[in-house]
């Protein structure tokens, strides 16, 4: 477990790295979370080790949610005052979500299945 933690650090370190040395408009979370799962891609390995991490982590995840919820009991009024950009912003950005994940879905659908075939066929 603990090497899952190490690994889940030094990509977020990585992460900040890059966002920091390119100036990128993209946190550096982000990248890392995305970094990793190409580290994933690339080696099934690595799986076994963030597993358990992450489920623990997981288990977690509503804790997280605290901050959130402290910052808009605190900016209660400004929220009052500008509902409805952020309700129409709210729905647009859910709108949009919806559907750039059924195309992803789609299309990685598609890929892998594609790939499948692939690996199949070299193996006959």
Do not use: C
């Amino acid at each position: 477990m603990i090497e899952g933690l190490v690994l889940l650090l030094v990509f977020q370190l990585l992460g900040n790295v890059a966002e920091m040395y390119f100036h990128l408009p993209v946190p550096g979370s982000v990248l890392g979370m995305f970094l990793l799962l190409v580290a994933l891609i690339a080696n099934d390995r690595l799986a076994s080790w963030v597993r358990p991490i992450s489920l623990v982590l997981i288990s977690y995840l509503a804790v997280l949610f605290v901050p959130a919820g402290v910052g808009i009991m605190l900016h209660i009024d400004r929220l009052k005052n500008e509902a409805l950009p952020i309700g129409v912003s709210l729905v647009v950005s859910t709108i949009l979500t919806i559907a750039v994940t059924a195309l992803v879905i789609k299309y990685s659908t598609i890929w892998l299945q594609k790939r499948k075939e692939r690996k199949e066929a070299r193996h006959e």
